[in-house]
């Protein structure tokens, strides 16, 4: 994998993921041609139906299926990293499913703190990631096996929180089924004006992990023979990844596989130095949820597929593949 | 260069190296060896702090290493397992750049002195044909060597080695301590290793140091450790050992289980 080529790859793909965009943009039960997309973006257009179409429908839920594509499949690079397996994936830990507890609690308890959202979303996150570590933890390090075994036991309590809440405030449980489902639909500007900045302060740390995430992939013992602090990184590196993980979570509910098989893909792609592979987890991850919630939106309209059950439905074969080319 | 000052290491209840001290010259090859169990391996890994200890001190140009900082010591002692494994897609040469990084902070690229540096280190451990490969498609003695190339683009004062050998056929298992002798004899590196075997251990180093039980059973060296009452003692094994007068180094020969 020569270093320029990667590099080639990894900007392609941020383009493609743009041109995808602006494709999106056009793309529902109103088409709306590229030319008049670009007209309506800068506003050379005299104000016509286009504007409310674009700028308070699309246009927020394109850029949020980019931020949040983005923003999963790097927390799913970090923690394939920072676990030093390639399984680790905020999904199959549980990350996602206990920050979506903590999350749902909010929404059918207490809907009057909504604001405090992502903060709980971190919360649950952070508290299955330390129980994941807690029980898959060895001394030498963490096997494939023991990771699911924990993501299945985490995953199966929150599923039991998730049972017990939907029972309890059944009347309120509509509004929260499509979160449930990884949803991107009628989510708006407000959404999107949420979870930027934290997403942006989430891009930002990622890049200077990029260096920590490439040597505490070579192993906890080379990694302390090369002068790091291999406890503190891992526990800096997981809580970066549960962030990422967890505001996502809180924008539009649980969406799996985008962090196991877009940094797979990334691999496959770019090699396994984070200094390419983390940047194109980023803008395939984005391009990679683009392209599932359009589809969604558009595939079967008039009814609307969340784009977490599509990628469930993509991701479960592809989970299977890479099984059977014994990737792990 | 490096002072053991009686440590102690216990596993839950059970000791495992037992008020263990010895110092090592600069310059100096030296040689642990001892049984399976013994402590050996879990001693070298204390020294490079992969292994707490609970009492004792270790200190290095006489600095105590629990005082001084990761970074600092990864510029003067650098450990090698015996088994490594680097990502699949890994080169020779980008393994061995590894080694600058104690070096960089996190904003510094590599400069030309450090790929000097890591091409002297390719260079020396004879894969300059191989840079461009990937260590994973290397034979077990190469991508020993790979690993070994990278412990010295890291400029260490000294090189712990948790036998080395191991894994490698006979053939390999001298190549990469001729090798260590090469840097030992060429650059004044201190090593320290556990080695299994005791003729190689007689052959390659300055001192000898026979761990059992979690404790310095003898210390000196190989014409002053390999003796056939050692062995028997340590290794419940009968041995002849000769000793060779031009070469200076004795060689042990087994017999069979002592009864």
Redo the contacts between chains.
Sequence with gaps: ?TKSRSGLIVVSTFLLAIAAAVIAIGLGSIRISVPDIFETLFHTSAGNVNDTIIFNIRLPRVILALIIGANIAISGAILQAVMGNPLADPGLTGVTSGAAVFVLVIMLAKPEYTQFMPLAALIGGMLAATIVYALAWRRNGISPISIILAGVAVNALCGGVVGYLSIIYSDRLPSAVQWMNGSLAAKGTSVVTMILPYAIVGWILSF?AI?KAN?I???D??A??????VHRIRILLSILAVFLAAISVAAIGMIGFVGLIVPHMARFLV???YKYMMPMSMALGALVLLVADTGGRTLFSPLEIPAGILMAVIGGPYFLYLMRRSVF | MLTVNSISIQYEQKKVINDFSFSVEEGEVVSIIGPNGSGKSTLLKSISRQIPYQSGSVELDGMNMKAMNPKQIARKLCMLSQKNQAPSDMTVYDLVSYGRYPHKRWFEKLTNDDRDIIEWAIEKTHLTDYQERTVASLSGGESQRAWIAMALAQRPQILLLDEPTTYLDISHQHEVLELVRELNEEMGMTVIMVLHDLNQAAHYSDRVIVVQSGEKAMCGTPDQVMTTEMIREVYRMDSEVMYNQAERKPRIHLLRTAR
Excluded: D
Excluded at chain 1, 224 to 229: D, H, S, T
């Design positions: 994998m200077f260096r040597v992939r070579m192993g013992q080379v302390a023979n090369l002068g790091e602090n090699g396994s130095n």
